[in-house]
């Protein structure tokens, strides 16, 4: 054997070895693919319905909302009515009625008043009379 024939051989053997190598990791790589593909297909498989779901709550929840809002609209509405209701009553009815009050008032200061001035009466006639027992003490 020739020294070219040997650098052949081993040639031909690092081409055998090198294939053999590339169709391990070409194997290798396709396991990986096929693992992938059907990870990827029972990934779409269960995603898919979890999205129509997602989709429906969220049409459903639209609408629950416009619900929502048009009963708020009418709430206020409601509210905005019987604020003017109260305000109309309140006109209506606290004119009198805060003279009726004042009235009442005005009647129980006349009739207590006429009870003070005895009683005030009273008083300064005491007062008096402790001082006429002082001035007479002192004289």
Do not use: H, W
């Amino acid at each position: 054997m020739s020294g070219a024939q040997i650098v052949g051989l081993v040639f031909a053997v690092f081409v055998v070895i090198g294939t053999c190598f590339l169709a391990l990791v070409l194997m290798r790589v396709t396991e990986l693919l096929l693992t992938i593909k059907g990870t990827l297909t029972t990934l779409t498989a269960t995603a898919l319905p979890l999205l129509e779901q997602a989709e429906q709550a969220a049409l459903t929840g639209n609408a629950g909302m416009a619900k929502v809002a048009a009963i708020t609209e009418n709430l206020q509405t409601v509210t905005d009515n019987v604020a003017a209701v109260s305000a109309a009553a309140g006109a209506v009815a606290g004119g009198p009625l805060v003279k009726t009050a004042s009235f009442s008032y005005g009647v129980r200061r006349v009739i207590t008043s006429r009870r003070s001035p005895d009683r005030a009466k009273q008083v300064r006639k005491e007062l008096a009379a402790e001082r006429r027992d002082k001035r007479a003490e002192r004289a």
